[in-house]
């Protein structure tokens, strides 16, 4: 499964895998993660604030977005989550019309406070809090 993967993503050449964070920690950290896997797949890393991207639609006009959301109890500001959650979806909507997304989230309104239309659910517990993946497009 691997090889197909990796022959897959090979075959397409103007494929971008970008990496991105606000905190350059965390960027520097996937980092030096996928250093140490030896992956033949090149990824862009970079320190970027999310609502910032495909302002300008400089990563073009279909993509997909995958993303481990902040949860309130890993951050602990769980009463200002929806607030970023609800700005998250006026952006990506805007910005992303005709993308797919794969956002893992604690808040199972997730997909009502951004208005994001999910085709999947899987709920599963990351780092010990239930999350649910949402599946969709914007």
């Known amino acids: 499964i691997k090889e197909r993967a990796r022959s ?10 970008i990496a991105s964070d606000i905190d350059a920690k965390a960027v520097q950290s996937a980092e030096n993660n996928y250093k140490r896997l030896k992956v033949n797949i090149p990824i862009e890393f970079e320190q970027r604030d999310c609502f910032e991207f495909n302002r300008h639609n400089e990563y073009g006009d279909y993509g997909l977005i995958i993303s481990n959301l902040p949860y309130g109890k890993r951050v602990g500001v769980s009463d200002e989550l929806p607030g970023l959650y609800k700005k998250l979806g006026n952006h990506y909507r805007r910005y992303c019309k005709n993308w797919d997304f794969c956002f893992v989230c604690e808040d199972f309104r997730f997909p009502q406070i951004t208005q994001f239309k999910v085709s999947k659910k899987i709920k599963f517990v990351n780092g010990g809090i239930p999350v649910t993946f949402f599946y969709g497009r914007f």
């Open 8 to 17: 897959s993503i090979a075959e397409k050449s103007d494929l971008r895998l």
